[in-house]
């Protein structure tokens, strides 16, 4: 009790056991909260087609209530969901608190239902707010206005609150969003910060990364389990190998990095510790070996850097080798790749002819499956094979389809 005394004291703000009362920057001005730990509406983000993956994931940490829509997946939490979800989703975008959706087809209809809501419980005085906008088939279609009116409704809500003018923003970050669809208005409070796909590992990247949380997707529908052959040999930065490392090591991908809400006061300091002491002892330091290859020395540099900084070298080996010299000798495994292509790097004859040297070297075999990413409409006809299915995916704004093949 000691210690925890003092941890509250340091962060300047009470926590009761049994009910909360925020206590921001010294001031006196308190603000009482539900007595039992409240449950919010929260909402991931996902890239589509992927959906599905991230209902999977919420569902695992231990979320039922859940209901997956195009581009994102509502649930119910806590606080601790809060935290949990951003330390754990491996393929989703973003985290949001709903704070409230309502009708809106007039600038005063979104300041009135704006300023209804108690924002001083969610943002101390001293928050740092700031607000984007996107509106879609509704009659409010101006972003700028938009933000301007909801920025001021929720500055109108604290004053009201605190009994000040003025507010010096020097504490955390609250990113709200407002969007519109069909004249509903929906505000959301974003918990992540920067976008889940930023671990912090890739502070180099080649010229055209996929993004982490395609590749973990990529990695998850392939069914790789540690202890089955795993093989990336067009591996560029590295990074369908290395989210293949952290799943196989069960090591939690946003462990390295921080979050906007880590230091909100909605959401206790001890909550984040708790979640990330839990992460930490959940990994596993089995041995298993995922094989990357590529053809460019420069860019393997730049991988092995990235798998450092990620601490997982020690479940890989690079290997510089041109696709066409591929030959494992396993009787099975699989095959996770990400060739370059025209939109990324290449022309497209010259990506035609890697698809058509993979689709000679990656041959048949009946213990062995090959799932290629690629956004070309031509892939298997060049590849030289039907692959038995094939899923529609983004990486980043770029439509592509995983291939599968046996």
Request: aromatic content about 10%; overall charge neutral.
């Amino acid at each position: 009790m000691e210690n925890f005394n003092i941890l509250v004291e340091s962060r300047q703000t009470v926590w009761h056991s049994l009910g909360r009362v925020g206590l921001y920057n010294g001031s006196a001005r308190i603000h009482p909260f539900k007595k039992s730990m409240p449950t919010f509406d929260l909402i991931a983000t996902a890239k589509l087609g992927l959906e599905s993956l991230v209902a999977d994931e919420i569902r695992k940490l231990g979320y039922a209530q859940v209901q997956i829509k195009n581009g994102e997946v509502e649930f119910k939490g806590d606080e601790r969901a809060i935290a949990r979800c951003n330390l754990w989703l491996r393929t989703a975008e973003r985290v949001f608190l709903k704070v409230s959706e309502f009708p809106a087809v007039t600038f005063d209809e979104l300041y009135e239902e704006t300023l209804k809501i108690d924002w001083p419980k969610l943002i101390p005085e001293n928050g740092f707010m700031h607000v984007d906008a996107k509106c879609v088939l509704s009659k409010i279609l101006s972003r700028q206005s938009s933000q301007s009116i909801v920025k001021k409704a929720v500055v109108e809500s604290m004053k009201r609150a605190y009994k000040t003018e003025w507010f010096e923003e020097s504490g955390p970050e609250y990113n709200i969003h407002i969007e519109f669809y069909k004249d509903v208005a929906r505000l959301l409070l974003d918990t992540s910060g920067a976008g889940l796909h930023k671990r912090s590992y890739r502070a180099l990247a080649g010229e055209a990364p996929l993004r982490e949380t395609m590749a973990a997707a990529m990695v998850i529908l392939s069914k790789w389990k540690p202890g089955t052959p795993l093989f990336d040999p067009c591996c560029g930065s590295g990074t369908i190998a290395i989210e293949a490392a952290l799943i196989g090591a069960n090591i939690a991908p946003g462990l390295m990095r921080n979050f906007d809400s880590e230091k909100w006061p909605l959401v206790p300091a001890e909550i984040w510790d708790e979640e990330r002491k839990a992460a930490e002892a959940k990994i596993c330091v089995d041995p298993f070996t995922i094989e990357a290859s590529d053809i460019d020395h420069s860019i393997l540099v730049v991988a092995q850097d990235n798998a450092q900084k990620a601490g997982v070298e020690r479940w890989i080996r690079f290997t510089e080798q041109d696709i066409k010299d591929f030959r494992p000798e396993a009787e099975s495994g699989i095959v996770l790749c990400n060739p370059p292509y025209g939109e990324r790097l290449l022309d497209l004859q010259a990506s035609e002819k890697i698809i058509r040297a993979m689709g000679q070297a990656l041959v048949k075999k009946s213990k062995w499956t090959y799932h290629i990413l690629s956004p070309h409409n031509q892939f298997e006809k060049i590849f030289g094979r039907k692959a038995f299915r094939n899923r529609k995916v983004y990486n980043g704004k770029i439509r592509c389809y995983l291939y599968s093949f046996s």
